[in-house]
T-cell receptor, first 112, second 112 residues
């Protein structure tokens, strides 16, 4: 158990809908990262937040957005969903001076 | 985009044998990390090796890093059926933020 929690575990929705994925980092970790894992693209970095501020952006679509709240939990919002958005979405966290990222169990999103 | 390429894509061995996986990457790195993923589940951090290190051990794991060749290898000694999983290398760039860029992974099957 990494100490990172993600909800929900599974999400099934329809094209055009909007969903919110939630992540709680390990106690004390200030950095939160979001990754997407799909069969064709593999594991891709989406976005990083550090202590509430956006720090780095990867291959994140404009339809996707994220935020980190004062209690350090983070949410990833996916809107106007398409079939191709079906994937595993992982959240990871790390400490201030730490390079190791600890991953949550993921949210499996299925868009029908 | 993928930074690393793991080789082989798939590896099948018997319990007790050693398993070696290789990873090549393209840009200068601060560190390289290996993760394990059991079928469709979260990623588990195995080991981190910094750019100024050449070899690192953790239990039955041995990682080497050759920055001149931009390559790394992961050796699992005396493999067990429980080692069956996908193994990913991930790099953190030498400049910029500490986001992970993953390879496509090696699927390891250890048969009893």
């Amino acid at each position: 158990d990494s100490g990172v929690t993600q909800t929900p575990k599974h999400l099934i929705t329809a094209t055009g809908q909007r969903v919110t994925l939630r992540c709680s980092p390990r106690s004390g970790d200030l950095s939160v990262y979001w990754y997407q894992q799909s069969l064709d693209q593999g594991l891709q970095f989406l976005i990083q937040y550090y202590n509430g501020e956006e720090r780095a952006k990867g291959n994140i679509l404009e339809r996707f957005s994220a935020q980190q709240f004062p209690d350090l939990h983070s949410e990833l919002n996916l809107s106007s969903l398409e079939l191709g958005d079906s994937a595993l979405y992982f959240c990871a966290s790390s400490g201030a001076w730490e390079d190791t990222q600890y991953f949550g169990p993921g949210t499996r999103l299925t868009v029908l | 985009s993928q930074q690393g390429e793991e080789d082989p894509q798939a590896l099948s061995i018997q319990e007790g044998e050693n398993a070696t996986m290789n990873c090549s990457y393209k840009t200068s790195i601060n560190n390289l990390q290996w993760y394990r993923q059991n079928s469709g589940r979260g990623l588990v951090h195995l080991i981190l090796i910094r750019s100024n290190e050449r070899e690192k051990h953790s239990g039955r794991l041995r990682v080497t890093l050759d920055t001149s060749k931009k390559s790394s290898s992961l050796l699992i000694t005396a493999s067990r059926a429980a080692d069956t999983a996908s193994y990913f290398c991930a790099t953190v760039p030498s400049s910029g933020y500490s986001t992970l860029t993953f390879g496509k992974g090696t699927m390891l099957l250890v048969s009893p």
